[in-house]
């Protein structure tokens, strides 16, 4: 038996339509499927940043990995800016052959992490 809360719920949850399959990331060109869809800030919310784009959810925090937010802000605010990093071409490379809906946890760039 279903709680009334959890049938309104389900009962006010949109369907999902073709437009919404079809969300294809930025990064890799993959589609994104629902559960794996994030919200990327293009210049890090914290530097004054605004528009967002949908990328995997592995797509982004391989991008939060690799950069700082002054380094997203200055240098790496386009898409095409990330793509044409070395690293980021690496990835690419490796997450095209997964499936859509796949995820593994993300390490973060030696050079990041504190001393």
Not at 35 to 47: T, V
Request: glycine share 4%; net charge positive; proline share 8%.
């Amino acid at each position: 038996m279903i709680g009334k809360i959890r049938q309104k719920l389900i009962g006010t949850q949109p369907t999902l339509n073709s437009t919404a399959m079809d969300l294809a990331c930025p990064l890799c060109g993959r589609p994104i499927p629902p559960s794996q869809k994030e919200a990327h800030h293009l210049i890090p919310k914290s530097k004054g940043g605004k528009a967002t784009e949908y990328l995997h959810r592995i797509c982004h925090r391989q991008i939060h990995a690799l950069f700082t937010e002054n380094e997203l802000a200055t240098h790496f605010n386009t898409v095409e800016a990330l793509q044409n990093h070395p690293e980021i071409q690496r990835f690419i490379a490796w997450v095209r052959s997964k499936p859509n809906h796949f995820y593994e946890r993300v390490r973060k760039c030696v050079r990041l992490r504190p001393f």
